[in-house]
């Protein structure tokens, strides 16, 4: 089992960046690949990034291609989401998950969850 705290979320302008960071407890952290989900007010939650075990292979959204990094540090327990040229369209309840099979974008597929940060955007 894994426990999932997200950090790094705020206010603000669009343009600007924020760094989002995923901190997991337990020892098998290397075991899950990872992903971010985001849901905004009034949406469904949906995929963002996720990244695979090693980190070698990672999978995007269409709409923040280029914008957005994911990468984790598996030394250190950590999954981190780089987040430039931010705009009001981002703006949700960002959400930390571990799956324990390959990188996927399916939520259902995700099998541990952290409480979410909320980043707010503004234009």
């Known amino acids: 089992q894994v426990q999932l705290v997200e950090s790094g979320g705020g206010l603000v302008q669009a343009g600007g960046s924020l760094r989002l960071s995923c901190a997991a407890s337990?020892?098998?952290?290397?075991?899950?690949?990872m992903g971010w989900f985001r849901q905004a007010p009034g949406k469904e939650r949906e995929f963002v990034a996720a990244i695979s075990r090693s980190g070698g292979s990672t999978l995007y959204t269409d709409s923040v291609k280029g914008r957005f990094t994911i990468s984790r540090d598996n030394a250190k327990n950590t999954v981190s989401l780089q987040m430039n040229s931010l705009e009001p369209e981002d703006a949700a309840v960002y959400y930390c998950?571990?799956?324990?099979?390959?990188?996927?974008?399916?939520?259902?597929?995700?099998?541990?969850w952290g409480q979410g940060t909320q980043v707010t955007v503004s234009s």
């Open positions: 998950a571990a799956n324990t099979g390959s990188i996927v974008t399916k939520q259902s597929a995700y099998d541990y």
């Open positions: 337990g020892r098998t952290f290397s075991s899950y690949a």
